[in-house]
């Protein structure tokens, strides 16, 4: 562009545009902004790496108390497992896999009631069914009963059942219901205390049926004894 002769002003303008132009794209300036962003790309890269690696190692060092909290209910180690819940309660309802049960449903089918109290505490989710099978925390006390015919304590299925835990919930790949499974495998105790609480009898297939057809008879008798008093309770 052709600058007037007479116009001072731009010329002395353009003049420093110049000269600040020639400054600031010297081998200089132009080797301190390469060594500038080399060393910021550097240390972005390193702060990622750090970044990345902490994460891997706070991964690591989590999954390994985890492992060690479910080898613990496992082994029924009830010192172990409250310790590591101590540092770490949102494992309680954290699931493993394969096997696709949390701590707490493992402890539960374990029927370990000291340890059933302290996940309770924790925060616990007695809503949660396993990911293979369907079955409810209560569901697994229920058939370690039913396994463990002549374990009289039933202290573990009372907790779960005061914590809110629904007791007509079927589970399992049958999707039976507590009551259908204690009349099926004739535990008369368990009938009767399911019974006490109230749990359905009107399920299909019917509970009576499922002892009667197993030649469980005296659950089976339990059950139509219990029938009939609820029959005359409706008719009067």
């Known amino acids: 562009m052709t600058v007037p002769k007479g116009n001072f002003i731009?010329?002395?303008?353009?003049?420093?545009?110049?000269?600040?132009?020639?400054?600031?794209?010297?081998?200089?300036?132009?080797?301190?902004?390469?060594?500038?962003?080399?060393?910021?790309?550097?240390?972005?890269?390193?702060?990622?790496?750090?970044?990345?690696?902490?994460?891997?190692?706070?991964?690591i060092h989590l999954c390994r108390h985890f492992e060690e909290l479910y080898k613990a209910v496992?082994?029924?180690?009830?010192?172990?497992?409250?310790?590591?819940?101590?540092?770490?309660?949102?494992?309680?309802?954290?699931?493993?896999?394969?096997?696709?049960?949390?701590?707490?449903?493992?402890?539960?089918?374990?029927?370990?009631?000291?340890?059933?109290?302290?996940?309770?505490?924790?925060?616990?989710?007695?809503?949660?069914?396993?990911?293979?099978?369907?079955?409810?925390?209560?569901?697994?006390?229920?058939?370690?009963?039913?396994?463990n015919f002549n374990e009289s304590d039933a202290s573990c299925i009372r907790e779960l059942f005061y914590a809110g835990a629904d007791i007509n919930e079927p589970g399992g790949k049958d999707s039976a219901t507590p009551l259908q499974l204690a009349a099926y495998s004739g535990h008369t105790g368990l009938v009767k205390w399911l019974l006490s609480k109230q749990a359905k009898t009107d399920t299909c297939p019917c509970p009576f049926r499922l002892a009667k057809a197993n030649k469980r008879f005296a659950a089976a008798a339990l059950l139509a004894s219990w029938m009939r008093n609820q029959a005359r309770c409706i008719d009067y």
């Not at 954290?94 to 539960?108: R, V």
């Open 10 to 59: 731009v010329e002395y303008v353009m003049s420093g545009v110049d000269e600040f132009w020639n400054r600031t794209c010297s081998p200089q300036v132009i080797k301190f902004s390469v060594y500038v962003t080399t060393v910021w790309v550097i240390y972005s890269i390193v702060l990622r790496f750090l970044k990345i690696g902490l994460w891997a190692y706070e991964r």
């Open 74 to 147: 496992e082994r029924n180690d009830t010192l172990k497992a409250h310790s590591i819940l101590t540092n770490y309660p949102q494992y309680v309802n954290k699931f493993k896999n394969p096997e696709g049960y949390t701590p707490f449903m493992l402890a539960c089918a374990n029927a370990n009631t000291s340890l059933v109290k302290v996940m309770l505490r924790c925060g616990a989710d007695i809503q949660l069914k396993s990911i293979n099978n369907n079955e409810s925390p209560f569901y697994l006390a229920i058939l370690y009963h039913i396994r």
